[in-house]
């Protein structure tokens, strides 16, 4: 007996670790490990007999090799092996047999029809009655999808064991009943207080979305808000544009202070006088130019109630109340809330005011680009003709 045993052990091992697919987390070697442990348990609970323990235990080893060739049919699949390996062992046929019923056994929807095949059913199925059901379970799931065998939400994983624990499966032998029901029943428990936990929520979830959805502001307030964070954005784009190239001239014009124009009083030298005129002008312009396009305008920081009254002043930009007291402000701002037209009419404004911004600063930026990039072109083409002017007296 246990020759025949040793050597399915090693079989079913090598078999598994150099041929079943990596994707198998569930259905792998250390399930087989674990449902061969279960067995030899519950055979300890039953006198039936050396030779059929030996039967139940090669059945338990080898009952799913045959995922070794595919997850359809895999029964029939470990039976085939099961057949051609014990065949090879010499192994009675009639025992062979007894082995591929017990295998059949395992099957989903398989009824048991007599105590060793309850005792291979309850061993393949134990997991459900243990206190890491859920770690189990989840690595079946992800088993299927990797397999693109079956993809589930959590949310549909769920509600499939709670039918499998609460209908389908049931445990057959008196020691399963007995050590594992129990945990079961608990881990179905969990299972359903966890759905009804998400039914809740998803439920409350799902009137604030609707909520939301019918406010017939919502679809306003999103239009200025991403409108508002566009234009800002864009804002940033042009002031960090305009210091690259304030920073870009300013280290020329240094560079030039310190090293070029010092050479310029010697008279060898006098034929770069024009091309370093040329370079300094173009970079200056490209500073003020880039000063202008991120310079604040200076606005008169305050307003009348008559202004309010009349909704001529747009009391969302700061260079309209910063120089307001703050009752007066306070004042103004509960005035227009009170009005959704005059809210709405403020925040038109605002943007309104700030595209002409953006547009003044995008068209100095262009200028001052182009203007930068000629500088460049005709200081080169200057110092070029400059040098060669100068080689051809000397």
């Given amino acids: 007996m246990l020759d025949i045993i040793k050597d399915t052990e090693e079989y079913v091992v090598d078999l598994l670790t150099a041929q079943l697919n990596a994707n198998y987390l569930y259905h792998n070697l250390r399930h087989t490990q674990r449902v061969v442990k279960i067995t030899k348990e519950l055979l300890e609970a039953y006198d039936l007999g050396e030779k059929e323990n030996e039967i139940i235990t090669l059945a338990a080893w080898l009952h799913d090799t045959g995922y070794t060739q595919g997850y359809e049919n895999h029964e029939k699949k470990s039976a085939a092996i099961a057949s051609q ?35 291979i059913k309850d061993a393949d199925t134990s997991h459900l009655g243990s206190s890491n059901y859920t770690e189990t379970a989840e690595l079946l799931r992800e088993e299927l999808f990797l397999l693109g065998i079956a ?32 945990t079961k029943n608990k881990n179905l428990k969990k299972l359903i207080k966890k759905e009804a936990k998400l039914k809740s929520t998803a439920s409350k979830e799902k009137l604030k979305v609707k ?22 954005k864009l804002s940033d ?34 034929f770069l006088i024009y091309p370093t005129s040329i370079f300094i002008l173009f ?104 040098f060669n002017y100068h080689m051809s007296l000397a």
């Fill in 211 to 232: 909520l939301k959805n019918e406010s017939p502001e919502r679809g306003i307030q999103t239009m200025f808000r991403v409108a508002m964070q566009n234009h800002l």
């Fill in 85 to 119: 390996f014990l065949t090879e062992k010499k192994y009675a046929a009639h025992d062979i047999q007894k082995v591929q019923q017990l295998i059949m056994a395992t099957h989903r929807n398989h009824t048991p029809t007599n105590l060793s095949e309850d005792i």
């Fill in 283 to 386: 970079s200056v312009v490209s500073m003020i130019m880039s000063i202008m396009a991120t310079r604040p305008n200076i606005t008169r920081g305050e307003f009348t109630k008559e202004d309010v009254k009349q909704k001529k002043v747009n009391l969302l930009f700061f260079g309209n109340f910063h120089k307001m007291e703050l009752p007066d402000f306070e004042w103004a701002i509960q005035e227009m809330i009170k009005d959704q037209s005059y809210v709405y009419n403020s925040l038109t404004k605002d943007l309104y005011f700030l595209g002409l911004v953006l547009d003044r600063k995008y068209k100095l930026l262009r200028w001052t680009y182009t203007i930068f990039m000629i500088g460049m072109i005709l200081s080169v083409v200057a110092f070029f003709l400059s």
């Fill in 237 to 270: 784009i042009a002031d960090t544009k305009a210091n690259i190239l304030l920073s870009v001239n300013a280290i020329i014009i240094s560079l030039l202070l310190t090293n070029l124009i010092p050479k310029l009083d010697s008279p060898k030298n006098e």
């Fill in 151 to 182: 993809e589930f939400t959590p949310q549909e994983w769920d509600q499939e064991n709670i039918n499998m624990l609460g209908s389908e499966h049931r445990f057959y032998t008196g020691h399963a009943k007995k050590y594992w029901q129990e």
